[in-house]
């Protein structure tokens, strides 16, 4: 009976798959790709999950964890699994399975649903698991750390230092995102700005009033999350408080980058912790409501299947379906980000090992799902406001005509007068030039709960769904930063041992304001980037984010090999060689094409033969020289990221050979070997 119910799920799952691509009516029903989901992701965690743990790994319930060896109160605690669970599941769930989706569907809805459904299930996954079960072995030493143990010095170096300078631009990113999201936005900024102070009593009421009371304080932390969101519309409105927190992108920086820091120096169990506990009972439940609005609602897909932009003339970012789909969706594939939590704050709370394969495959396919439901709340938009809300102004035109008149010669029809009457009933100035992926999302996601429950409380939806990214977004930020300052104190370590010690509190607050500073500069660059930042930027998130899983995973196959399972490498290999392929061609075109809408070095080039032929205003001469220097250094930095890659590469392929001549290692740090 078990055996012809999964037959019924795989055929299912076939069936969905076979509509999604090859059906070519008017729309599509969106149900299509939640069955498609839940038949795959269902399947690849019974069997190629099981598969993964039963060949590579033996997790024993009675091994002791790092948390319970090292209980240091501050970084190593023994945590609840459903707590670590939602700690890890709101720390990889950052903007990837969000925002990455929504851009790439300018090509269509084709490419990033396929990419989405096979890339996490062959390569994500893997990767979390793989990574996590080797720090739970190794101490819950980090990737840079693994990868000197495993690869040598030379490697290990290249890893530490390419793994803590990809990080950078990619908590720059993340929140170059929420401030996208958050300008101009008082009910937005009023409602993501009070979980801070709630998640602070969530951790104060179970470390000194109700120890261990984890449903008290979930109980708490809703009642008053519910309060903030309804609050928000009475900021909103009020005379005096909406103007004060109407901020703009560079306030908003600023109050991102002391939060960074905060989240970086204060105790896990005051902040991080039950915030991003809190976060992960918003985000399940949102999933799981849009989910539900899906199903009922059955709303239909309006974009194509393929655009007219996978020749790679895309607005909201330029270049061709290969390879800038598979780097534009990360996290809701595979994510390099993901092994610096599974080697960071995750093995630190883990109280038993054998929770490891639900927190570290499990929690990777349910973010694949989040980025399905995000491709569906994309793609059921209009193509034409859709476009509007998500191309930059300096692509279209800062005036709503001529932004309009531009999309809709496109063969995408919008008016000014539908995205003036859009913005009035979600409450928002304007949603002309919202670059970032998250407005377009949560108008997406708005329209699916409004419509659920009768049309009503549009612009209250509107506001949960940024509530919702947003808390998405800043408790990877929150975690990134701190796994920055574990990495930070790793390599300063080697200077003087006092910094290298992560409980020695001045170094805690030396490491953690270089690390705020370090993403923080880009991050404020990118806010005063005429094209919004998403242009320049998220291409470099894309390509240094699978640039460090390509790192991970060399690490994992270094790390099987060893330990005498090389007949199962191809498990990693084979994703491995995919990302190569992908980032290494990416990397190449963003830095040498000729097309200035695509290479760094071009558009610097063109924006400087402007500058000496007198084009430029006085007014914007420093403007444009930023933009010169930022576009060259990003060039710099993508040549930089990919030759630590191919070092890294070639030093593990050294130790793949030389370990493979010679007699495999009998039970090797964590790795079953055959009797």
Same mark, same amino acid.
């Given at each position: 009976?078990?055996?012809?119910?999964?037959?019924?799920?795989?055929?299912?799952?076939?069936?969905?798959?076979?509509?999604?691509?090859?059906?070519?009516?008017?729309?599509?029903?969106?149900?299509?790709?939640?069955?498609?989901?839940?038949?795959?992701?269902?399947?690849?965690?019974?069997?190629?999950?099981?598969?993964?743990?039963?060949?590579?790994?033996?997790?024993?319930?009675?091994?002791?964890?790092?948390? +319970?060896?090292?209980?240091?109160?501050?970084?190593?605690?023994?945590?609840?699994?459903?707590?670590?669970?939602?700690?890890?599941?709101?720390?990889?769930?950052?903007?990837?399975?969000?925002?990455?989706?929504?851009?790439?569907?300018?090509?269509?809805?084709?490419?990033?649903?396929?990419? !989405?459904?096979?890339?996490?299930?062959?390569?994500?996954?893997?990767?979390?698991?793989?990574?996590?079960?080797?720090?739970?072995?190794? %101490? #819950?030493?980090?990737?840079?750390?693994?990868?000197?143990?495993?690869?040598?010095?030379?490697?290990?170096?290249?890893?530490?230092?390419?793994?803590?300078?990809?990080?950078?631009?990619?908590?720059?990113?993340?929140?170059?995102?929420?401030?996208?999201?958050?300008?101009?936005?008082?009910?937005?900024?009023?409602?993501?700005?009070?979980?801070?102070?709630?998640?602070? &009593?969530?951790?104060?009421?179970? $470390?000194? !009033?109700?120890?261990? %009371?984890?449903?008290?304080?979930?109980?708490?932390?809703?009642?008053?999350?519910?309060?903030?969101?309804?609050?928000?519309?009475?900021?909103?409105?009020?005379?005096?408080?909406?103007?004060?927190?109407?901020?703009?992108?560079?306030?908003?920086?600023?109050?991102?980058?002391?939060?960074?820091?905060?989240?970086?120096? &204060?105790?896990?169990?005051?902040?991080?912790?039950?915030?991003?506990?809190?976060?992960?009972?918003? $985000?399940?439940?949102?999933?799981?409501?849009?989910?539900?609005?899906?199903?009922?609602?059955?709303?239909?897909?309006?974009?194509?299947?393929?655009?007219?932009?996978? %020749?790679?003339?895309?607005?909201?970012?330029?270049?061709?379906?290969?390879?800038?789909?598979?780097?534009?969706?990360?996290?809701?594939?595979?994510?390099?980000?993901?092994?610096?939590?599974?080697?960071?704050?995750?093995?630190?709370?883990?109280?038993?090992?054998? %929770?490891?394969?639900?927190? #570290?495959?499990?929690?990777?396919?349910?973010?694949?799902?989040?980025?399905?439901?995000?491709?569906?709340?994309?793609?059921?938009?209009?193509?034409?406001?859709?476009?509007?809300?998500?191309?930059?102004?300096?692509?279209?035109?800062?005036?709503?005509?001529?932004?309009?008149?531009?999309?809709?010669?496109?063969?995408?029809?919008?008016?000014?007068?539908?995205?003036?009457?859009?913005?009035?009933?979600?409450?928002?100035?304007?949603?002309?030039?919202?670059?970032?992926?998250?407005?377009?999302?949560?108008?997406?996601?708005?329209?699916?709960?409004?419509?659920?429950?009768?049309?009503?409380?549009?612009?209250?939806?509107?506001?949960?769904?940024?509530m919702f990214e947003a808390l998405f977004i800043l408790t990877t930020l929150d975690a990134g930063t701190r796994v920055g300052r574990f990495m930070l104190q790793d390599l300063l370590g080697h200077v003087w041992a006092p910094l290298g010690r992560t409980s020695w509190y001045p170094s805690v607050l030396l490491t953690s304001t270089l690390v705020v500073a370090s993403w923080g500069y880009f991050l404020y660059q990118g806010?005063?980037?005429?094209?919004?930042?998403?242009?320049?930027?998220?291409?470099?998130?894309?390509?240094?984010?699978?640039?460090?899983?390509?790192?991970?995973?060399? @690490?994992?196959?270094?790390?099987?090999?060893?330990?005498?399972?090389?007949?199962?490498?191809?498990?990693?290999?084979?994703?491995?060689?995919?990302?190569?392929?992908?980032?290494?061609?990416?990397?190449?075109?963003?830095?040498?094409?000729?097309?200035?809408?695509?290479?760094?070095?071009?558009?610097?080039?063109?924006?400087? +033969?402007?500058?000496?032929?007198?084009?430029?205003?006085?007014?914007?001469?420093?403007?444009?020289?930023?933009?010169?220097?930022?576009?060259?250094?990003?060039?710099?930095?993508?040549?930089?990221?990919?030759?630590?890659?191919?070092?890294?590469?070639?030093?593990?392929?050294?130790?793949?050979?030389?370990?493979?001549?010679?007699?495999?290692?009998?039970?090797?740090?964590?790795? @079953?070997?055959?009797?």
């Amino acid at each position: 009976m078990r055996a012809l119910a999964w037959l019924a799920v795989a055929l299912a799952g076939a069936y969905a798959l076979g509509v999604l691509a090859i059906f070519r009516g008017e729309t599509v029903n969106a149900v299509w790709f939640v069955i498609a989901a839940v038949a795959v992701y269902a399947i690849a965690y019974r069997f190629y999950g099981a598969f993964l743990a039963a060949r590579l790994f033996a997790l024993d319930a009675r091994r002791q964890t790092p948390a +319970e060896r090292i209980n240091d109160g501050r970084d190593f605690v023994p945590t609840n699994r459903w707590v670590v669970f939602g700690h890890h599941f709101a720390a990889i769930a950052g903007p990837g399975p969000l925002i990455g989706p929504t851009l790439a569907a300018q090509f269509g809805y084709l490419p990033g649903t396929l990419w !989405i459904l096979a890339g996490v299930v062959l390569g994500g996954a893997v990767q979390d698991f793989c990574i996590l079960c080797g720090s739970l072995r190794r %101490d #819950g030493r980090s990737l840079g750390q693994m990868a000197k143990d495993e690869i040598g010095p030379l490697g290990g170096f290249a890893a530490l230092l390419g793994v803590f300078f990809i990080m950078v631009i990619l908590i720059a990113v993340l929140a170059l995102v929420v401030v996208n999201a958050l300008r101009q936005s008082p009910w937005g900024t009023f409602t993501v700005g009070m979980t801070i102070p709630i998640a602070m &009593l969530m951790g104060w009421y179970m $470390k000194g !009033i109700r120890p261990h %009371d984890v449903k008290g304080a979930t109980a708490i932390g809703l009642v008053l999350l519910a309060a903030a969101l309804v609050g928000g519309r009475w900021v909103d409105q009020d005379p005096v408080l909406g103007p004060a927190l109407t901020l703009t992108g560079p306030t908003l920086a600023w109050a991102i980058i002391l939060y960074g820091f905060a989240a970086s120096t &204060l105790p896990v169990w005051l902040l991080l912790a039950p915030r991003d506990y809190l976060s992960t009972f918003v $985000k399940l439940g949102t999933v799981a409501l849009l989910a539900l609005g899906i199903v009922v609602m059955r709303p239909e897909i309006q974009l194509p299947a393929l655009t007219r932009f996978v %020749d790679g003339t895309g607005p909201i970012f330029a270049g061709k379906v290969f390879p800038f789909c598979f780097i534009t969706i990360a996290c809701g594939a595979i994510s390099g980000f993901h092994s610096l939590i599974s080697s960071g704050t995750t093995p630190k709370l883990l109280s038993e090992e054998t %929770d490891a394969p639900m927190i #570290g495959y499990g929690g990777m396919l349910l973010e694949a799902f989040v980025a399905i439901m995000a491709m569906i709340a994309a793609a059921a938009l209009q193509p034409g406001i859709y476009f509007a809300i998500n191309s930059p102004a300096g692509v279209v035109g800062a005036d709503p005509a001529a932004a309009t008149a531009t999309i809709s010669s496109w063969g995408f029809a919008v008016t000014p007068a539908e995205m003036a009457d859009l913005a009035q009933r979600i409450g928002e100035r304007t949603l002309f030039a919202r670059t970032g992926g998250a407005p377009s999302l949560a108008v997406g996601m708005a329209h699916i709960f409004a419509s659920t429950l009768g049309g009503a409380a549009l612009a209250l939806w509107y506001h949960f769904a940024i509530m919702f990214e947003a808390l998405f977004i800043l408790t990877t930020l929150d975690a990134g930063t701190r796994v920055g300052r574990f990495m930070l104190q790793d390599l300063l370590g080697h200077v003087w041992a006092p910094l290298g010690r992560t409980s020695w509190y001045p170094s805690v607050l030396l490491t953690s304001t270089l690390v705020v500073a370090s993403w923080g500069y880009f991050l404020y660059q990118g806010v005063v980037d005429p094209l919004g930042g998403i242009n320049i930027l998220w291409p470099l998130f894309g390509i240094s984010n699978q640039l460090l899983a390509a790192i991970a995973l060399a @690490v994992a196959t270094t790390i099987i090999i060893r330990g005498g399972r090389a007949r199962y490498a191809w498990t990693t290999l084979v994703p491995l060689a995919w990302l190569l392929a992908v980032t290494m061609t990416a990397g190449w075109q963003k830095i040498f094409a000729a097309d200035p809408a695509i290479g760094f070095l071009a558009q610097a080039a063109r924006l400087a +033969e402007r500058l000496a032929a007198g084009q430029v205003p006085a007014a914007g001469l420093g403007e444009v020289r930023a933009q010169i220097f930022n576009l060259r250094l990003d060039a710099g930095l993508t040549a930089l990221f990919m030759g630590l890659v191919a070092l890294i590469v070639v030093e593990s392929v050294r130790v793949w050979y030389r370990e493979l001549r010679g007699p495999a290692p009998a039970g090797a740090l964590g790795v @079953v070997t055959e009797a």
